[in-house]
């Protein structure tokens, strides 16, 4: 742990250690990094050239798409069953239909991040009309959470639908101190798979990687249902789950549920 805090100190990314997770076989999240845009505004190797500082068996788990109750409700069971924090990049439009599962969602103790309201290929249509979408998506996902319609999100992480963005896109991001996420590596669960055949894929490619930030879908019931498998085979395995926070946002300790 005292190695993962030096790096993160030199690096600009504030660290503290997450609290013991009272179930003492669970994988549990083993600590917390506090990621300041001006440092890192844009992470994760499938898209960019840099990405969070993790250590070997380090790993942060980010679900795309939601919310959708009946799939993201066991994603959510399964994270508290092993005490773990994850990132969930809401759609605006699911936010206003699901403004209970948001609230559950961050209650639970994860992170909430942007995706857009509607999930456009951002780098296909105008910048005003994707400038529009960043902002609704975000109004929406805080109305759902916070009751008020704002355009500054509360937690300021963004991520591309299909990773897919322009440079003035970024630029505008990166203006308003949005870090924006990709990935280093994925489940391809937007392809059809059985449940069987995603938990392979998924954790060959983290067995090849060693580290680094995995893309699910919690939309997706093939996910849901792997959930708990990947859980185990993270505990089984070695690896560690590091949940990302804002800069300057409260941390709540891995047990407060």
Same mark, same amino acid.
């Given at each position: 742990?005292?190695?993962?805090?030096?790096?993160?100190?030199?690096?600009? %990314?504030?660290?503290? &250690?997450?609290?013991?997770? @009272? =179930?003492?076989?669970?994988?549990?999240?083993?600590?917390?990094?506090?990621?300041?845009?001006?440092?890192?505004? =844009? %992470?994760?190797?499938?898209?960019?050239?840099?990405?969070?500082?993790?250590?070997?068996?380090?790993?942060?788990?980010?679900?795309? &798409?939601?919310?959708?109750? @009946?799939?993201? +409700?066991?994603?959510?069971?399964?994270?508290?069953?092993e005490c773990v924090r994850a990132t969930f990049f809401l759609i605006g439009l699911h936010a206003s239909?699901? @403004?209970?599962?948001?609230?559950?969602?961050?209650?639970?103790?994860?992170?909430?991040?942007?995706?857009?309201?509607?999930?456009p290929f951002m780098a296909r249509i105008p910048f005003d009309k994707a400038r529009s979408e960043i902002?609704?998506?975000?109004?929406?996902?805080?109305?759902?959470?916070?009751?008020?319609?704002?355009?500054?999100?509360?937690? @300021? $992480?963004? =991520?591309?639908?299909? $990773?897919?963005?322009?440079?003035?896109?970024?630029?505008?991001?990166? +203006?308003?101190?949005?870090?924006? $996420?990709?990935?280093?590596?994925?489940?391809?669960?937007?392809?059809?798979?059985?449940?069987?055949?995603?938990?392979?894929?998924?954790?060959?490619?983290?067995?090849?990687?060693?580290?680094?930030? %995995?893309?699910?879908?919690?939309?997706?019931?093939?996910?849901?249902? %792997?959930?708990?498998?990947?859980?185990?085979?993270?505990?089984?395995?070695?690896? =560690?789950?590091?949940?990302?926070?804002?800069?300057?946002?409260?941390?709540?300790?891995?047990?407060?549920?």
């Amino acid at each position: 742990m005292m190695a993962g805090a030096l790096v993160a100190a030199v690096l600009g %990314i504030a660290s503290t &250690d997450a609290a013991e997770c @009272p =179930r003492k076989d669970a994988l549990g999240t083993s600590r917390i990094l506090s990621v300041d845009a001006k440092t890192y505004p =844009r %992470i994760g190797l499938k898209s960019f050239p840099q990405t969070l500082p993790l250590a070997n068996h380090e790993v942060v788990l980010t679900f795309d &798409d939601g919310p959708n109750p @009946p799939t993201t +409700s066991k994603v959510l069971a399964a994270l508290a069953q092993e005490c773990v924090r994850a990132t969930f990049f809401l759609i605006g439009l699911h936010a206003s239909q699901h @403004p209970d599962m948001v609230k559950r969602i961050a209650r639970e103790g994860h992170t909430i991040g942007h995706h857009t309201f509607s999930h456009p290929f951002m780098a296909r249509i105008p910048f005003d009309k994707a400038r529009s979408e960043i902002d609704r998506g975000i109004a929406a996902d805080e109305t759902a959470l916070h009751g008020v319609s704002t355009t500054t999100p509360s937690t @300021p $992480f963004f =991520r591309f639908p299909y $990773f897919e963005g322009t440079q003035a896109q970024l630029d505008l991001l990166q +203006s308003r101190g949005i870090v924006v $996420f990709g990935a280093d590596l994925w489940a391809s669960d937007w392809n059809e798979m059985t449940p069987e055949q995603e938990l392979k894929l998924v954790t060959e490619r983290l067995a090849a990687a060693g580290k680094g930030i %995995i893309l699910f879908h919690d939309p997706k019931a093939r996910t849901a249902a %792997i959930m708990p498998a990947f859980l185990r085979y993270l505990r089984e395995n070695g690896f =560690r789950v590091v949940h990302v926070v804002a800069a300057g946002a409260p941390q709540k300790s891995a047990d407060s549920r």
